[in-house]
C-alpha cells in the first residue's frame, strides 16, 4: 500500500511539473512573439515617417511699423492655428553672395498639405492682402531630409 501512495505521489508530483513546463514555454513563446511584433511595428512605424516641410520666406518689408503692426499678428495667429512651428525669424546674414532683402523666415511643416492648407485658408488670405501693402513675398518650400 505504501509502494502504491508513493507511486500516485510521484506521479503528481510529474503531473505538475508538466504543467508548470507547459506554462513557462508558453510565457517564453509569448514574450518572444511580443518582442518579434513591436520590432515590426516600430521598423514599419520609421519607414512611414515622412519628412517635415520648411517653409522659407524672405520677405522684402516696405514698412517695418505696419508690417509688425497690422500684418504680423494676423498671420502668426493664423500659422499657430494650422500647426506651424516657427523655426527661425529675423534679418538673415548672408555667408556667401548677396544677404537677403529683408525679414527671412523659416516655418516647419508636417507636410506640404498642410502647408498649403494654410497658406489658402480665409485667415491668412485676408492677413496676406493687409501684408502686401508693406511687403513683397518670396516664399518657398523644401522637404527636409530623411533621418
Known amino acids: 500500500m505504501f509502494a502504491a501512495k508513493l ?3 510521484v506521479a503528481i508530483d510529474e503531473k ?5 513546463m ?19 511595428g516600430v521598423e514599419g512605424l520609421r519607414a ?14 516696405s514698412d517695418p511699423d505696419g508690417y509688425m503692426r497690422e500684418y504680423l499678428p ?3 495667429a493664423s500659422l499657430k492655428a494650422h500647426g506651424a512651428v516657427y523655426i527661425a525669424a529675423g534679418k538673415g546674414t548672408a555667408i556667401d ?3 537677403p532683402k529683408g525679414r527671412v523666415v523659416i516655418i516647419r511643416w508636417d507636410s506640404m498639405e498642410q502647408l498649403l492648407a494654410w497658406r489658402h485658408s480665409p485667415e491668412y488670405e485676408a492677413a496676406r492682402k493687409i501684408g502686401e501693402k508693406y511687403a513683397k513675398y518670396n516664399v518657398i518650400a523644401v522637404e527636409g531630409a530623411k533621418p
Not at 16 to 20: H, K, L, S, T, Y
Not at 25 to 40: F, M, Y
Open 22 to 40: 507547459r506554462n513557462y514555454h508558453a510565457i517564453a513563446l509569448s514574450l518572444l512573439c511580443g518582442v518579434g511584433i513591436g520590432a515590426a
Open 16 to 20: 505538475r511539473r508538466e504543467d508548470v
Open 48 to 61: 512611414q515617417a515622412k519628412p517635415p516641410i520648411y517653409m522659407i520666406g524672405n520677405n522684402d518689408v
Open 7 to 9: 507511486h500516485i505521489g
Open 97 to 99: 553672395g548677396e544677404p
Open 74 to 76: 494676423l498671420a502668426q
